[in-house]
Structure formats: structure tokens, C-alpha cells
């Protein structure tokens, strides 16, 4: 049974940052891709980042790039989003997403194309 369990969201105030991690178990870890996607109440789902397999390489939605990082660690079978400078508009729950497969599918920013779901963690960023 694959799960993935995000933690590591919370209040903070505008400029500050968070560490949100997801952990995996139930897959073999290093053959998926990953997603960080997240929802505000009344919208859609929306990309926020991807990572390969080897987090070689990763891929970011315009509005967070520059701001947060996505990172990895395989042998603890665990991603890593670092938010920095955060904005109320960052306001959201956030998901982690599995994809199969060591790289990315090109259409990689649509929910559609991710295996498993995170049940989500709330980030709230007060102004």
C-alpha cells in the first residue's frame, strides 16, 4: 500500500519560510518522480514544483521560483520543499504527488499525470 504523508506545514508571518517533507513507503522510492501541488480554497489544484528521480533536475511554477527549493533524499525515502520569502499568496494546502518513472513526463505540471496523493498539510501565511 503506497502512502505518501506530508508534514512540516503551519501559521507563519509574510517574509518568513517553512520546511515541508513527504514521506513515501509502500513504493520503490528512487523509480518515481515526485510533485509538490497546491490548492487554495476556491481554486484549483495548481503546480508548484517537480524532481526527477535523482533530483537532478527540478522544475518550478513561476510563482514560487527563486523562493523555494526542492530537494530529495532517496535513502530516506523523503522530499524536502523549502519555502523562503513566503506570501499570503502562498496560502494553501499543500500535496506531494508520485509519478512512475525516472524522469519527468513532459507534461509533468498536471495533476492527471501523478500516480499517488498525499493527504496534504495546510500552510497559512498571515500578512
Known amino acids: 500500500q503506497v502512502q505518501l504523508v506530508e508534514s512540516g506545514g503551519g501559521l507563519v508571518q509574510a517574509g518568513g519560510s517553512l520546511r515541508l517533507s513527504c514521506a513515501a513507503s509502500g513504493l520503490i522510492f528512487s523509480n518515481y518522480a515526485m510533485g509538490w501541488f497546491r490548492q487554495a480554497p476556491g481554486k484549483e489544484r495548481e503546480f508548484v514544483a517537480a524532481i526527477s528521480w535523482s533530483g537532478g533536475s527540478t522544475y518550478y511554477a513561476d510563482s514560487v521560483k527563486g523562493r523555494f527549493t526542492f530537494s530529495r533524499d532517496n535513502a530516506k525515502n523523503t522530499v524536502y520543499l523549502q519555502m523562503n520569502s513566503l506570501e499570503s499568496e502562498d496560502t494553501a494546502v499543500y500535496y506531494c504527488?508520485?509519478?512512475?518513472?525516472?524522469?519527468?513526463?513532459?507534461?509533468?505540471?498536471?495533476?492527471?499525470?501523478?500516480?499517488?496523493w498525499g493527504q496534504g498539510t495546510q500552510v497559512t501565511v498571515s500578512s
Open positions: 504527488a508520485a509519478t512512475v518513472g525516472v524522469v519527468l513526463p513532459a507534461n509533468y505540471p498536471r495533476p492527471t499525470v501523478y500516480d499517488y
